[in-house]
């Protein structure tokens, strides 16, 4: 009932993969490349270190159509590992205090 409610947009949450000019007040995006190394590779885009043209193109691609869905606020879930390169360049990027690390969400206390 609720995947039905979902794929119908009956509910506050969706997905969308063909979003070509349209913009939501809250965007949460996940980054996981993890199965898609031949498709995306996030850590080579934000390092800026990617030999392969076609994928840099299409991870840039939709890492723009991701970012840019957002009227107000934008979420950035990023699971697939980076190095400290690409992570300095987040950092350049999205600022230094809009970068919060999962880990110290989820230590035992």
């Not at 949450?13 to 063909?18: A, D, L, R, V």
């Amino acid at each position: 009932m609720k995947f039905w409610k979902h794929i119908q947009n009956e509910t506050v949450f969706s997905t969308k993969h063909g979003t070509k000019g349209d913009e939501y007040r809250n965007v949460l995006t996940v980054i996981d490349d993890t199965e898609w190394k031949q498709e995306y590779n996030f850590n080579n885009f934000f390092n800026d270190l990617e030999e392969k043209e076609e994928r840099k193109l299409r991870t840039r691609n939709l890492f723009y159509v991701e970012c840019s869905r957002a009227k107000e606020n934008l979420v950035v879930l990023m699971l697939s590992k980076v190095d400290d390169l690409a992570l300095e360049n987040i950092r350049k990027w999205f600022k230094e205090e809009n970068i919060l690390d999962i880990e110290e969400f989820i230590k035992p206390e």
